[in-house]
């Protein structure tokens, strides 16, 4: 019983996100809105910051799906919307910022980090391979080491 209302719960709460553009939003022709989800979901909310307007309930992810919608219905193309969006905003309100000169450190990042952890681990295992580990055998444990080896 326990485990049936989980998963009731569980399940209705997957679905949330789908609630989040009511159904005044959607546009008549499929087209347009299949565009315009496409480009909701690659803005950022700015109240929850970690979904897209598409995926938002917040008031400022509803106003920017309508303006989405109309920038699409007055005959502007994806690009167009995104930077009228992205002059208003900034780059911030993209899910993934774009490739630029300025977001090169952002994206090369990732990669600078791994070369450098790699050369410090090659840097530390080439100085730790020449050092003798351990100490060196006492005139007793050498002599029992001869013993045993010339038997």
Partial sequence: MIARLLLLVGLLLSAA?????????????PALEARARAISAELRCMVCQNQSIDDSNAELAKDLRLLVRKRLTDGDSDQQVMS?????????????????MKTVLLWGAPVLLILAGGLSLAVFARRR?????????????????NELLDQ
């Fill in 84 to 100: 009228y969006i992205v002059s208003r905003y900034g780059e911030f309100v993209l899910l993934k910022p774009r490739f630029e």
């Fill in 129 to 145: 391979a020449g050092k003798p580990t351990g100490s060196s055998l006492t005139a007793d444990e050498q002599a029992r080491l």
């Fill in 17 to 29: 996100p789908a609630f989040a553009v009511n159904p005044d939003e959607v546009l008549a022709d």
